[in-house]
């Protein structure tokens, strides 16, 4: 499968921690940030980890600050978000995105991968 893939999602029991992988088949070769985003039911998909490139520079949602952490490994064109003290309200679909260049939004994106938190 080309593009972006996630793994890792699952069901799992509030408190624990979870590691979702998104593996860029694609290698694609120019990116600017890689990020992550999850939709809950009903609602819209919203941003919840970015990391750029350069530096590199991390941004987090307020709601999962602390909590997550997002990392990339360039060699294996891999960006991570470990989630740990995972809550109910973590339940989504979580996405995996890529921005090719700044200022464009994040234009590639994966087909989800569903976390369940159990209460």
């Known amino acids: 499968q080309v593009g972006l893939v996630e793994s890792g999602g699952g069901l799992v029991q509030a408190g624990a921690s979870l590691t979702l992988s998104c593996v860029d088949n694609?290698?694609?070769s120019n990116w600017y940030a890689k990020g992550w985003f999850r939709q809950a039911p009903g609602t819209e998909r919203?941003?919840?980890?970015?990391?750029?490139?350069?530096?590199?520079?991390?941004y987090y949602d307020d709601s999962v600050k602390g909590r997550f952490t997002i990392s990339k490994d360039d060699a294996r064109n891999t960006v991570n978000l470990q989630m740990s003290t995972v809550e109910p309200e973590d339940t989504a679909i979580y996405y995996c995105?890529?921005?090719?260049?700044?200022?464009?939004?994040?234009?590639?994106w994966g087909q989800g991968t569903q976390v369940t938190v159990s209460s």
């Open positions: 995105a890529l921005a090719t260049a700044p200022g464009t939004g994040f234009d590639v």
């Open positions: 694609g290698r694609t």
């Open positions: 919203k941003f919840v980890a970015q990391i750029n490139r350069s530096g590199p520079k991390t």
